[in-house]
T-cell receptor, first 114, second 112 residues
Framework: GAGVSQTPSNKVTEKGKYVELRCDPISGHTALYWYRQSLGQGPEFLIYFQGTGAADDSGLPNDRFFAVRPEGSVSTLKIQRTERGDSAVYLC????????????FGPGTRLTVL | GESVGLHLPTLSVQEGDNSIINCAYSNSASDYFIWYKQESGKGPQFIIDIRSNMDKRQGQRVTVLLNKTVKHLSLQIAATQPGDSAVYFCAETPNTGNQFYFGTGTSLTVIP
């Protein structure tokens, strides 16, 4: 199974804490995306990486959110000073080249901020 | 911002019937569209895609129709099965951007 994997599957944290969410894309996929999905809604774009660089981070809601992909493969989404409104499922997707190629999604990390 | 919406939030069909799920989009510059299926607790799963230079594309039991004139996309599922029960999302990306915009989703329930 060479799909997109995400860890942890569930994360419960307290308001104000720092969290890191990890994404392992499909091997060979240069494009990686992070989305946030609230209950009953479609995924909402956060950030897009092409290789190691963030090609588009316009979806990040504020400066508490940050993502890295230092070696062009695994990516980490970092959220500082978490708030209850950050509670959602965070989805990662990867595609072979870019936005006009099929994105394959991981199972998501369910983040709950108490 | 972008607007990708669905006409019906829920749809119930009898097993064996055909299903049609509709989606409207607002950006006339959108040139790549995808339908995803999402089961509870899982990430979206690719079903079928279509580019703006086409108006129809067929897969196994699924057909996507694109009407650029009215900015409308539909997903047709033939001989719907219980395993088709899920939430279906359309997503689109403009040729000038990097983002995929998802609609709210349609929940399909197949009645055995």
């Amino acid at each position: 199974g060479a799909g997109v994997s995400q860890t942890p599957s569930n994360k419960v944290t307290e308001k104000g804490k720092y969290v890191e969410l990890r994404c392992d894309p499909i091997s060979g996929h240069t494009a990686l995306y992070w989305y946030r999905q609230s209950l009953g809604q479609g995924p909402e774009f956060l950030i897009y990486f092409q290789g190691t660089g963030a090609a588009d981070d316009s979806g990040l809601p504020n400066d508490r959110f940050f993502a890295v992909r230092p070696e062009g493969s695994v990516s980490t989404l970092k959220i500082q000073r978490t708030e209850r409104g950050d509670s959602a499922v965070y989805l990662c997707a990867s595609s072979l080249l870019g936005p006009d190629h099929t994105q394959y999604f991981g199972p998501g990390t369910r983040l709950t901020v108490l | 911002g972008e607007s990708v919406g669905l006409h019906l939030p829920t749809l119930s069909v009898q097993e064996g019937d055909n299903s049609i799920i509709n989606c409207a989009y607002s950006n006339s510059a959108s040139d790549y569209f995808i339908w995803y299926k999402q089961e509870s607790g899982k990430g979206p799963q690719f079903i079928i895609d279509i580019r703006s230079n086409m108006d129809k594309r067929q897969g196994q039991r699924v057909t996507v129709l694109l009407n650029k004139t009215v900015k409308h996309l539909s997903l047709q599922i033939a001989a719907t099965q219980p395993g088709d029960s899920a939430v279906y999302f359309c997503a689109e990306t403009p040729n000038t951007g990097n983002q995929f915009y998802f609609g709210t989703g349609t929940s399909l329930t197949v009645i055995p």
